[in-house]
T-cell receptor, first 114, second 113 residues
Framework: DAGVTQSPTHLIKTRGQQVTLRCSPI?????VSWYQQVLGQGPQFIFQ???????GRGNFPDRFSARQFPNYSSELNVNALLLGDSALYLC?????????????FGPGTRLTVT | GDSVTQMEGPVTLSEEAFLTINCTYT??????LFWYVQYPGEGLQLLLK?????DKGSNKGFEATYRKETTSFHLEKGSVQVSDSAVYFC????????????FGTGTQLKVEL
């Protein structure tokens, strides 16, 4: 089975622009979470979606938004990009929320803001 | 709030040396504890986990014991290999807190021949 896939792999944007990152979970997984990993730091939780509903939100500004589609794939949108948004954005999927269900991470999207 | 503190790296060891990476945590509720590994250019992989006090997680020769009294979850391996070179992240998830993982800053391990 395919793992978690993310697209694009890399992208470069200019300050003030908007970006959309995409995530396809493992087949059968209903929950998707997004994390931001700044170089040299641990991942920071941004959002969790389960069955198309937001189930958790981290300490990020409203410029960050996300949604989950009926096929459980997800998009992360970031508006009005800042230099500090440059990071690796990770998506993780799991069968359900909480409990002992393992989360599987994708390879990430490397965003560079210039 | 919840937080995880890891020893700073990089940690450089010779092959077959003993490894310890320290991890302590602060939690607002009852946490499950995890170690993830990140190889260069890749996403995170779950290495091991423990869901209650005194549980020992183990995988691929790595071990960690959930110590509630010292709020610690130190990672150990008896004999490291060059292929273990990676960044290791300690993380927690609060019971009833959904899937949110709180990570430490990571510890880079370099194993040399």
């Amino acid at each position: 089975d395919a793992g978690v896939t993310q697209s694009p792999t890399h992208l470069i944007k200019t300050r003030g622009q908007q970006v959309t990152l995409r995530c396809s979970p493992i087949s059968g997984h209903k929950s998707v979470s997004w994390y931001q990993q700044v170089l040299g730091q641990g991942p920071q939780f941004i959002f969790q979606y389960y069955e198309k509903e937001e189930r958790g939100r981290g300490n990020f500004p409203d410029r960050f938004s996300a949604r989950q589609f009926p096929n459980y794939s997800s998009e992360l949108n970031v508006n009005a990009l800042l230099l500090g948004d440059s990071a690796l954005y990770l998506c993780a999927s799991s069968y359900m929320t909480g409990g002992s269900y393992e989360q599987y991470f994708g390879p990430g999207t490397r965003l560079t803001v210039t | 709030g919840d937080s995880v503190t890891q020893m700073e790296g990089p940690v450089t060891l010779s092959e077959e040396a003993f490894l310890t990476i320290n991890c302590t945590y602060t939690a607002t509720g009852y946490p499950s504890l995890f170690w993830y590994v990140q190889y260069p250019g890749e996403g995170l992989q779950l290495l091991l986990k423990a869901t209650k006090a005194d549980d020992k997680g183990s995988n691929k020769g790595f071990e960690a014991t959930y110590r509630k009294e010292t709020t610690s979850f130190h990672l150990e391996k008896g004999s490291v290999q060059v292929s273990d070179s990676a960044v290791y992240f300690c993380a927690l998830r609060i019971t009833g807190g959904g899937n949110k993982l709180t990570f430490g800053t990571g510890t880079q391990l370099k194993v040399e021949l």
